[in-house]
């Protein structure tokens, strides 16, 4: 069973920067696709950005510009490279990872989560 910690994030000033990272305890090389979702309290988890196991990759409206995801498999690592960042930034962001391809972006489609890194924008 593959575990993820995040790890990373912080407080910054809008227009700032941060570099999410999540260490798999095993190799996350095919067959699996990762991603990384957030969440603001009260509201359910928004897929943000998706490193899928072909190396397609998608980003949310929101971020699309701003922020790149990428992966060394030789670390069993995946970033989330956040520039620009905004206050609607500001949540919880978590990595997840799922075995099989495509681009997925419904929570119940990923089997293994990490606890989430706080990431904190202020004006």
């Known amino acids: 069973q593959v575990q993820v910690v995040e790890s990373g994030g912080g407080s910054v000033q809008a227009g700032g920067s941060l570099r999410l990272s999540c260490a798999a305890t095993?190799?996350?090389?095919?067959?699996?696709?990762m991603a990384w979702f957030r969440q603001v309290p009260g509201k359910g988890r928004e897929g943000v950005a998706v490193?899928?196991?072909?190396?397609?990759?998608w980003y949310a409206d929101s971020v699309k510009g701003r922020f790149t995801i990428s992966k060394d498999n030789a670390k069993n690592t995946l970033y989330l490279q956040m520039n620009s960042l905004k206050t609607e930034d500001t949540a919880t962001y978590y990595c997840a990872a799922r075995r099989g391809g495509g681009i997925l972006l419904d929570e119940a489609s990923y089997e293994y989560w990490g606890r989430g890194t706080q990431v904190t924008v202020s004006s």
């Open positions: 490193f899928e196991r072909y190396r397609n990759t």
């Open positions: 095993e190799s996350t090389d095919s067959p699996y696709s």
